[in-house]
C-alpha cells in the first residue's frame, strides 16, 4: 500500500486536526510527541503527517506533495489553489470582513481612492474588483493591519474578523462581510481519483463525526 | 556585462543526455501508436498570431501566454496549445479535404505556467484531433488512442476519467440560473466544495429534485452503473441525451478491452465555453496533475470558418517522463557497445570494422583522442562503454573487455563473423 500524506497547518488549526484524525482510527502519537522530525508517521495506517505554514499547505496539495492538508478558507481563498474543497470542518469560525471607521458605514462607495491595508492583497482585489467593481489600492502588511486606518495608512482594512474587539476598541467597524471561514479539508485532484476509496473513507468517517458534534450542540 | 549568460530562464530547462533519450523514445514510441492508428503527423509554426488563440479565453487566458510583436505591430504569441493550430488548419488549408481528417502532433508549447510538480513554461503535448465527425465512435477512438499511448510509454497504472459537460449545461438550463451563478456554481462543483453548492443552490428557487440531483453532482463518480442511478433523477432531454452519448462512448470502449481504465466523472465541468461533449483527463500515481486531458469541441473549428465537430486530446510528455521517475518505472537507457581505437597502421582497417559493426545494428563510437590505451580504457569505464576493439593493424585486433579485464586477440575475419 503506498503512503497516504496529509499536510496539517501549524498553529491554531493543528490540534483540533489531530483530534478528528484519531477520531476516525488514524494513530497521531507521533505527531503529538513533539518530535524534531518533520515527517511523522502512523505505520499501520500508512499514513505520513507533516506540518506546514497554513499559507503552504495548499500549494503542497495542488501539487500532490500532500494528498490531503487540512487548512483556512482565508488562505484558501488568497493562494487560490486548484483543489477539491471537500469539508468543512467548522472549527476555528470566523468572519473576512471590510472594516473602517464608522463614518464610513453605508458611504464605501462614495470613497474615490480607496487605500486597502490587508494580509490578504488577493482576496481584497477579488472583493473589490469583481463584486463591487471598484478599483482599489492595495497596501500589503504582515500583522495588526487595524493599525492602518488610525494612523492614516489607509481608508479601510480587510482582514479575520472573530469577536470584533480588536476592532471595536480602536473605534472601527465591520463596513461588509466578505466570507465565513473556518478550516477546511482540501484534496489533490489526482489523489481523489487514484485513492479514491481510501480517502472518501477518511472524509466519511470524519463527516460523521463532525455531525455527531453537530449534534451534542 | 551579461550576468545572466550562464542561466537559463525560469521554467525552461535543459533536457541533457539521460533524459533527452528517454524523452526522443517516449517520443517515438507515441509517434508510432498514432501512426499505427491512421493519424498523419502535422507540424504548426512556434509563433503564431494572438488572435488565433484570443477567441478562447476560456481555455488560455492571454496573461499566460507569451506575447510579442512583429515588425508591423501586431502581437504574436508562442503557442500555448497545439489543439488551435490544427483547428486553424482544418478550417482553412484543409477545409476541402474528404473527412474525417485525423491529424496527430508532437512539439512544444509555452505558457506563464506557476513551476512545480513536473509543470514548465515550455513543455511538450503530444496529442491527436479528429475532425468532422461527430459519432460517439470518434470520441471513443481518441480515448482509447490515449489509454494505449500512456501504456506505450510503460505507465500500467492510471485511470481516465469520462465526464460529459451537455450533462451539467442542461441542469443549470433548467435552473434558469443567470450566466454568473452558473459560471459559480461550475466552480464549485469543479472543486467539489459542497458547502459552497448548497448555499448557492438554497439562495435560489430550484425544484426540490433537480436541487438534489445538482448537490450530489460532485459525488457523481466512480463506475458505469453510476449513468443509470442518474438517469433516474432526472427528466431534463439535454442531459439525458448526455447521459445516453457518454453510455454509448463506454460501450464502445468495453468492445476495446479498455473498460478497466475507465471511469465516470459528472463532476467534471472545466472549460464549459470550450468543450461541447465528453470531457477527460487522466491520472496516475506520483504526479499531482493529470497527465493528459481532452474531449468534444464541435465550435472551436467554426470560429475559423468551417462548420466542423471535432474531438481530441494531448498529452504531457513532461508529466508521463515524472511519473516514469517518480514510479520507478525502468526505461531504456543509452549506451555504447563498443569503442574502437587503433594504431596509424590499422586506420583504414578501423574505419572498415566500424562500418560493417554498426551496419550491424551496433553502436560504436570511433576513439578521436588517439591517446593511450590506458586513457582510452578511462574515457570507456566513465561512460559505460564495455568493451574496446584496438585495432593494431590489419592483421592484429585485440578485444579489451572491460568487465572483467580480459584480452583477446584475433583477426577482422573472426571478430565480424562472431556477430
Partial sequence: MRYLTIALSKGRLTDLSIELFEGVGIDCSELKSNSRKLILSDETNKIKFFLAKPSDVPTYVEYGAADIGIVGKDTLMEEGRNLYEVLNLGFAACRMCIAGPVELQGKLDQLNN????????????????????????????NG????????????????????????????????????????????????MKMESERINRIIDGIRKQLEKGREKQ | MGKW???TPEGVQDILFEDCFMKRNLEAKIRGLFRSYGYYEIETPTVEFYDAFAAESDLIPQETMFKFFDQQGRI??????????????????????????????????????????????????????????????????????????????GIESFQIDIGQVEFFKGLMEETGLSAQDIEQMRVLIDSKDYLGIEELVK?????????????????????????????????????????????????????????????IDLGMVQSLNY????????????????????????????????????????????MIMMALDRQKIAVEKQGVDSLICYKREGRKTAFEVCQELREQGLVVEMDITMGSLEDVKKYAA??????????VDSENIEVHNLENGEMTATSIGELLNKR
Avoid at chain 1, 129 to 138: G, M, P, T, Y
Avoid at chain 2, 239 to 258: R, T
Avoid at chain 2, 383 to 389: L, M, P, Q, T
Wanted: glycine share 8%.
Fill in chain 2, 275 to 318: 468543450y461541447t461533449g465528453i470531457i477527460f483527463r487522466g491520472f496516475t500515481y506520483g504526479i499531482g496533475f493529470p497527465i493528459l486531458s481532452g474531449g468534444r469541441y464541435d465550435k472551436l473549428v467554426e470560429k475559423f470558418g468551417k462548420n466542423c465537430p471535432a474531438t481530441g486530446f494531448s498529452l504531457g510528455i513532461n
Fill in chain 1, 114 to 141: 480607496k487605500r486597502v491595508a490587508t494580509k490578504y492583497p488577493r482576496i481584497a482585489r477579488e472583493y473589490f474588483e469583481h463584486k463591487r467593481r471598484e478599483s482599489i489600492e492595495v497596501i500589503k502588511l
Fill in chain 2, 5 to 7: 549568460k550562464i542561466y
Fill in chain 2, 76 to 153: 504574436l504569441v508562442l503557442r500555448p496549445d497545439i489543439t488551435i493550430p490544427v483547428a486553424r488548419v482544418a478550417a482553412t488549408k484543409y477545409k476541402d479535404r474528404e473527412y474525417p481528417l485525423k491529424s496527430f502532433y508532437i512539439g512544444n508549447t509555452f505558457k506563464y505556467n506557476e513551476l512545480g510538480g513536473g509543470k514548465q513554461k515550455e513543455f511538450t503535448q503530444a496529442g491527436v484531433e479528429v475532425m468532422c465527425v461527430s459519432a460517439p465512435e470518434a470520441d471513443a477512438e481518441v480515448i482509447a488512442t490515449a489509454i494505449n499511448a500512456v501504456k506505450a510509454t
Fill in chain 2, 203 to 263: 439562495s435560489h428557487n430550484i425544484a426540490d429534485n433537480l436541487k438534489e440531483l445538482i448537490l450530489s453532482l460532485p459525488r457523481l463518480f466512480g463506475s458505469i452503473d453510476v449513468i443509470e442511478k442518474v438517469k433516474k433523477m432526472t427528466s431534463n432531454e439535454r442531459s439525458l441525451a448526455a447521459l445516453e452519448n457518454l453510455k454509448q462512448i463506454l460501450e464502445i470502449l468495453e468492445d476495446y478491452g479498455l473498460s478497466k481504465y475507465v471511469s
Fill in chain 2, 382 to 391: 566513465s561512460k559505460g562503454i564495455g568493451g574496446i576493439i584496438y585495432i
Fill in chain 1, 144 to 191: 495588526s493591519v487595524e493599525l492602518a486606518p488610525l494612523v492614516g495608512l489607509s481608508e479601510v482594512i480587510v482582514d479575520l474578523v472573530e469577536s470584533g474587539r480588536t476592532l471595536k476598541e480602536n473605534g472601527l467597524v465591520v463596513l461588509d462581510t466578505i466570507a465565513d471561514i473556518s478550516a477546511r479539508m482540501v484534496v489533490n485532484r489526482v489523489s
